[in-house]
Nanobody, 122 residues
C-alpha cells in the first residue's frame, strides 16, 4: 500500500478557499481510488468524496457537492481537494485514504494519511 500524507491545511475565513494535497510515497497509487474524509471534534469521521483510479468516476457527499473538487495527477502521485466557499461547519481534520476498491466508506480504505487541520472562521 502507498503511504499517504496530506498537505495544505490551515485557517481561512468563511467564503474562502483551500487546496489540500494528498501525496503518495512508497508505491504509485495510480491503480487505487483515493477518498477524502473529515472528522470534526466529537463527531464521527465523515466521507467527503472519492476519485476512481482512472479519474473516470468522481463522487461527492451532498454536503460538499458544488463547493469541493477532487482531482488527481498520477505523474505526481498526488490527489487534490479544492475547497471553495468554505463554511465554519467545514472545520475538521481532513484525511485522504486509498483503496483497491471504490472507497465510499472508511472500512474500504487500506491506507490513510495522518490528517491535516482545516479551520474556517465566521
Amino acid at each position: 500500500q502507498p503511504q499517504l500524507r496530506e498537505y495544505g491545511g490551515g485557517a481561512v475565513q468563511a467564503g474562502g478557499s483551500l487546496n489540500l494535497s494528498c501525496v503518495a510515497s512508497g508505491r504509485s497509487f495510480s491503480d487505487y481510488s483515493v477518498a477524502w474524509f473529515r472528522q470534526a471534534p466529537a463527531k464521527d469521521r465523515e466521507w467527503v468524496g472519492v476519485i476512481a483510479w482512472n479519474s473516470g468516476i468522481i463522487n461527492y457527499a451532498d454536503i460538499v457537492k458544488g463547493r469541493f473538487t477532487i482531482s488527481r495527477d498520477d505523474a505526481k502521485n498526488t490527489v487534490y481537494l479544492q475547497m471553495d466557499s468554505l463554511k465554519p461547519e467545514d472545520t475538521a481534520v481532513y484525511y485522504c485514504a486509498s483503496g483497491t476498491i471504490f472507497v465510499t466508506r472508511a472500512g474500504a480504505a487500506n491506507s490513510w494519511g495522518q490528517g491535516t487541520q482545516v479551520t474556517v472562521s465566521s
